[in-house]
């Protein structure tokens, strides 16, 4: 399956993907995600390609991000970029990140438990209320967390996810990551691509825009979802080829 609303892969592209509903099909858990075969293979020969310039810019935390594409471990940005890690491996960059309040998780573990089929998910530096089996529970899930950030406002925000609801602090943005390894080696000069799917996505393709480059949304410009994405990368390997 392949796409012609995008361009091919240029040797001379920095790539930014998304994980989930991007580069994974989008599952009924976070836990319950596939990752497919070859998926990690096109992407360590694609950013040998690229001479490094790939990254991962996910709501994922770090180590779960890992674990999903072991043993490869991409540059990026981490919980929407409040962590973020260079080409070199070093980890950084949530120094300004406000800590998440530590009773937020705590009361909405309670409120879960009266909620069937909710899922709460928390991170390093966010949380999220999954909905998927408990649709019905939508606008009181929205109205708790409304709540939950009252006064907190300046400090966190409120994003609408697929079937979820995710508090982030408002820092850390997806353009924040895109900005960041933009300015140091192997991305600096080059053209980049931001390719992603939800709302959190959209501050990274703007970025990428701002800088000369590309904002790929999978529902607008990639009709079959990350099925063709992956095979737009596979495809683009033999595009970017030196």
């Known amino acids: 399956m392949t796409t012609s609303r995008v361009p091919a892969i240029e040797r001379d592209w920095a790539l930014f993907l998304d994980l989930d509903g991007t580069l994974l099909d989008i599952a009924p858990t976070p836990d319950a995600v596939v990752v497919p075969d070859g998926l990690v293979a096109t992407l360590q020969d694609l950013s040998g390609r690229l001479d490094g310039a790939v990254a991962l810019v996910t709501g994922r935390a770090r180590a779960v991000a890992d674990s999903l594409l072991a043993p490869l471990t991409l540059p990026g940005g981490f919980g929407h970029a409040a962590e973020l890690r260079g080409a070199a491996g070093r980890i950084g960059g949530d120094d300004d990140i406000p800590p998440l309040p530590a009773e937020w998780a705590e009361r909405l573990a309670q409120q879960v438990a009266d909620w069937r089929d909710v899922i709460l998910e928390v991170k390093p530096h966010g949380l999220a209320l999954h909905y998927r089996a408990g649709p019905q529970h939508r606008e009181e899930i929205r109205d708790t967390l409304v709540a939950l950030l009252r006064g907190r406002e300046d400090d966190f925000a409120l994003l609408p996810a697929h079937m979820a609801f995710e508090i982030r ?52 410009d990639f009709r079959g979802g990350p099925q063709e994405v992956r095979a737009w990368l596979a495809q683009g390997i033999r595009h970017a080829a030196p």
């Not at 997806?174 to 140091?184: H, I």
């Open 169 to 220: 602090p408002r820092a850390a943005t997806k353009a924040r990551a895109v900005r960041a390894l933009m300015r140091s080696a192997p991305f600096l000069g080059r053209r980049p691509v931001f390719i992603g799917d939800d709302v959190t996505d959209e501050d990274g393709m703007a970025a990428a825009r701002d800088l000369g480059g590309l904002g790929l949304h999978v529902g607008r």
